[in-house]
Structure formats: C-alpha cells, structure tokens
C-alpha cells in the first residue's frame, strides 16, 4: 500500500502457535516483511511485533520452553512497536507478560459457539468503524492509569494502548481490517524508561 507506515518495516509475529499466516498476510499488502518468532535469536532486527491469537496457555509453555519472556520484555521495553491480538492481550496482561497495567479476562463473552462480529468506533482512526471479529474473546476487566482504552463492547474495553503497545480482543486480520497494524505498528518508538513496563 503506498504511504504505509509499514513499508519496508521488519515485522516479527510470535509463531509457538496460533493465526500467524493471517497477520502475515496483512503485513505483506502492507509492504512490511513478516518474519516468524520461535526463539529469542528470530528477535534481533526487528522494527515491530506481532503477538497473535491462538490459546494463551499453550503459548505461555511455548515462551517458557523457548526462554523468550526476557528477550520480548527487553525488546518491548526498549519501545519497539507491538499490537497483541485477541490472546496477544491476555499474554501481555499483568498475570502473564507483565507489558500491559491490565487484567485480561479470558473467554470474556462466553466460549466458541459465542463468538461474534461488530462494528466499532475505534479511537485514534477514521473513517469508516473498524469490523471486528470476537472468537473465544478476551476483554480489559481492570486498567491501570496510564492504559488508553480505544475501543468497547458494551461498556468493556476490547482495544488499549499503553505507549508502544496496542492490543485489542478481536480478530481485524480475519476481517482484512489493516488499519489497526498500520496504527499499532506505526507507533513512534518511545524511549527506554519513559513507560514502566
């Protein structure tokens, strides 16, 4: 896409498990370069991150296997972009990542046969609402001072960002929503120290 903010950005998406080809996707209509993370070696270069859906537990042993909590926090905390997504917010949460003042409440609107589609208004981009798809969701049960809340569904945030980070509790790579990955992803890196992570 020409004018992206993303082009020619080396874009790493954590690949223990979960819809990573789908972000990948986005990226490359982007004119980033997707590159996948499985151990903490796959972190060196990159300009941005990825930490997709998928099943947060089996990704917290995938992290504690591949001894890659470190190397994320000290990439995060350096202030590389990053945008979670649907699990990506629970695994940034206060009980797991520790990158996020939030507590993800996990299957939030009910299991499987819940999920759901919707419209939103989406702080921080126009036009058009961002179509969101809602699969085994999470959403932002408790926030700290400093989270931004972007995005509701009925009253709980499904979208926060604090500095660097934006994660949201949908889907916007299955509904071909790029605006999100241009918005988290394009974010100015914030200097060492100047959030507490």
Do not use: Y
């Not at 889907?171 to 999100?180: F, N, Q, S």
Request: glycine content about 14%; overall charge negative.
């Amino acid at each position: 896409m020409p004018g992206s903010g993303l082009a020619d950005r080396r874009v790493g998406i954590l690949a223990l498990q979960g819809g990573f080809e789908a972000h990948a996707k986005i990226l490359r209509s982007l004119g980033a370069e997707p590159l996948e993370v499985r151990v903490p070696a796959d972190l060196e270069g990159l300009d941005a991150l990825i930490i997709p859906g998928g099943e947060s537990t089996v990704m917290t042993l995938g992290i504690e296997r591949e001894g890659l909590a470190e190397p994320l926090l000290e990439l995060i905390r350096a202030g590389i972009p990053v945008l979670g997504t649907c699990a990506g917010m629970i695994m940034l949460d206060r009980d797991h990542l520790g990158v996020l003042d939030i507590s993800a409440e996990r299957n939030a609107f009910g299991r499987q046969l819940r999920s759901f589609e919707a419209d939103l208004d989406f702080a921080g981009l126009g036009g058009a609402p961002v179509h969101a798809v809602f699969i085994r969701a999470p959403w932002a049960a408790e926030l700290g001072d400093g989270v931004e809340v972007l995005a509701e569904v009925d009253g709980h945030p499904v979208a926060v960002r604090q500095g660097n980070v934006v994660a949201v509790a949908f889907h916007p790579e299955l509904a071909g929503e790029t605006r999100l990955h241009e918005l988290a992803l394009g974010l100015q890196s914030t200097p060492a120290g100047s959030r507490s992570v």
